[in-house]
Nanobody
């Protein structure tokens, strides 16, 4: 069984910073891409940032220049450094991982439970 456990959410004032972490644990062969998504009340879940196993990154236009995604492959962990936060960044942030469970045979798209980020104006 695979688990993704997020941490680092909370309440911050506009202009502040937060760092989210997501650690993968359990039985799997490798982690391919990892990403962060968010969902605000009344909105659909949207991609925030994405990083491949080789370190290539992709960001939503709304967070470019403010957020940075990184990963530590030795720790099976992905991070999201969020700077210059805005009230519109308020949402539940979810970690996602594309995993190879059994090499060449079994794959899994795993999600964390979500962590709430609230940015006050």
């Amino acid at each position: 069984q695979v688990q993704l456990v997020e941490s680092g959410g909370g309440l911050v004032q506009a202009g502040g910073s937060l760092r989210l972490s997501c650690a993968a644990s359990g039985s799997f062969f490798s982690i391919n891409a990892m990403g962060w998504y968010r969902q605000a009340p009344g909105n659909e879940r949207e991609m925030v940032a994405h990083i491949t196993s080789g370190g290539n990154t992709n960001y939503a236009d709304s967070v470019k220049g403010r957020f940075t995604i990184s990963r530590d492959n030795a720790k099976n962990t992905v991070y999201l450094q969020m700077n210059s936060l805005k009230p519109e960044d308020t949402a539940v942030y979810y970690c996602n991982a594309d995993l190879t469970v059994v090499a060449g045979l079994s794959f899994l798209d795993a999600w964390g439970q979500g962590t709430l980020v609230t940015v006050s104006s």
